[in-house]
Antibody, heavy 123, light 112 residues
């Protein structure tokens, strides 16, 4: 079955960077893009960006442009998300999710989601 | 950005009774290709979100037929015809006609 398994909990200081990985299995990695969505404690869902499964094409929410990088490694079927210059309000659970749309620009929809990675930013 | 507004914020339902959640978007979600890019997700306590409905009214694999979606343009509804204890969680609508993808604020469904 399709699975997305994320890396473990992270604790970072303000100003640091964090890299979260998302190892996929059960499908052809190159055939689907990956999106990243975060959820602050007790809050709703916030889309961060999208990365193609077979090219370097990415789409980032403007809010994160300049400090967000999404990458994929087709040899290990793994997607990664790096967020830099962390602030306390970046404390959240970060999810990767497979995009079923096949589109580059709109119409994204997600299934399944990874189990989530808690990133805590605190001095 | 497209704003997605869900109501109510929370819902307490007797098992076997129906429940409805409203989602309104600040712009039409109907694309020129004829598709409407509105989706519903459910997040059970302590779990990751899971897809329920895609493109307004299409039930995803494994979703029971007592869960349905309807609507058009800017107004959408998720309906559970007979609520069960397994339906407890937070429900989110999502649009992806335009980037950034945006979600509604969520509706918490509890059992009375």
């Amino acid at each position: 079955q399709v699975q997305l398994v994320q890396s473990g909990t992270e604790v970072k200081k303000p100003g640091a960077s964090v890299k979260v990985s998302c190892k996929t299995s059960g499908y052809i990695f190159k055939n689907y893009a990956i999106s990243w969505v975060r959820q602050a404690p007790g809050q709703g869902l916030e889309w961060m960006g999208w990365t193609s499964g077979y090219s370097s094409h990415t789409q980032y929410a403007k809010k994160f442009q300049g400090r967000l990088t999404m990458t994929t490694d087709t040899s290990t079927s793994t997607a990664s998300m790096e967020l830099r210059s962390l602030r306390s309000d970046d404390t959240a659970v970060y999810y990767c999710a497979r995009d079923l749309s096949g589109s580059y620009f709109f119409g994204f929809w997600f299934d399944p989601w990874g189990q989530g990675t808690l990133v805590t930013v605190s001095s | 950005d497209i704003v997605m507004t869900q109501t109510p914020l929370s819902l307490s339902v007797t098992p076997g009774q129906p429940a409805s959640i409203s989602c309104k978007s600040s712009q039409s979600l109907l694309q020129s290709d004829g598709k409407t890019y509105l989706y519903w997700y459910m997040q059970k306590p302590g779990q990751s979100p899971q897809l329920l409905i895609y493109e307004v009214s299409n039930r995803f694999s494994g979703v029971p037929d007592r869960v349905s979606g309807s609507g058009s343009g800017t107004d959408f509804t998720l309906t559970i015809s007979r609520v069960e204890t397994d339906d407890v969680g937070v429900y989110y609508c999502m649009q992806s006609i335009q980037l950034p993808v945006t979600f509604g604020g969520g509706t918490k469904v509890e059992i009375k």
